[in-house]
Antibody, heavy 121, light 107 residues
Framework: QVQLQESGPGLVKPSETLSLTCTVSGGSISSSTYHWGWIRQPPGKGLEWIGNIHYSGASYCNPSLKSRVTISVDTSKNQFSLKLSPVTAADTAVYYC?????????????WGQGALVTVSS | DIQLTQSPSFLSASVGDRVTITCRASQGISSYLAWYQQKPGKAPKLLIYAASTLQSGVPSRFSGSGSGTEFTLTISSLQPEDFATYHCQQLNSYPLTFGGGTKVEIK
């Protein structure tokens, strides 16, 4: 059973870089059937899709985040990563990683437990 | 961007009630819609994909319908464990978007 786990600093200073890694266990990140995504949720608010990546390196990101987002994949470690820079207080959120299936249906499942990242000096 | 509007945003219901949540898309998305359930402090859980296909392991009291621009999630008989927030998501085109959520609380 595939499981995802986010890791990274819980506190980031304004104007610096938010870096998170998602480790995939119980399955290979190098499956052509799946993409790997990041979604965030500010406290008390709704969900926002950040972007997703395929093991081949093909990625799509939310234009609302403009050029601040970088998503990468490391197949040797079965991990994918998110970088967001520079950050402001508006980037304070719980960040989730999730697996996206794009064949025979399209959905995100499973999700990681989430990582709260606070942007504050 | 495709906007998803969920209604109601808040719903108060009793155990055993039939509950219907609507998700309207600003443009047609065929059947590329998923529904998720989220409990406080937890990650969203997939309930339904392709508008009407029940994810494995999800109780049959949950059902989804619709295509194009209007979709519904129905819980046929609300159970205590169903009190949560429900989100719809469109996967028809980038950027992927979510509805604002519907919180289902105990009456």
């Amino acid at each position: 059973q595939v499981q995802l786990q986010e890791s990274g600093p819980g506190l980031v200073k304004p104007s610096e870089t938010l870096s998170l890694t998602c480790t995939v266990s119980g399955g290979s990140i190098s499956s052509s059937t799946y993409h790997w995504g990041w979604i965030r949720q500010p406290p008390g608010k709704g969900l926002e899709w950040i972007g997703n990546i395929h093991y081949s390196g093909a990625s799509y990101c939310n234009p609302s985040l403009k050029s601040r987002v970088t998503i990468s994949v490391d197949t040797s470690k079965n991990q994918f990563s998110l970088k967001l820079s520079p950050v402001t207080a508006a980037d304070t959120a719980v960040y989730y990683c999730a697996r996206r299936r794009v064949e025979a249906g399209d959905w995100f499942d499973p999700w990681g437990q989430g990582a709260l990242v606070t942007v504050s000096s | 961007d495709i906007q998803l509007t969920q209604s109601p945003s808040f719903l108060s219901a009793s155990v055993g009630d039939r509950v219907t949540i609507t998700c309207r898309a600003s443009q047609g998305i065929s059947s590329y819609l998923a529904w998720y359930q989220q409990k406080p402090g937890k990650a969203p859980k997939l309930l339904i994909y392709a508008a009407s296909t029940l994810q494995s392991g999800v109780p049959s009291r949950f059902s989804g319908s619709g295509s194009g621009t209007e979709f519904t999630l129905t819980i046929s008989s609300l159970q205590p464990e169903d009190f949560a927030t429900y989100h719809c998501q469109q996967l028809n085109s980038y950027p992927l978007t979510f509805g604002g959520g519907t919180k289902v609380e105990i009456k």
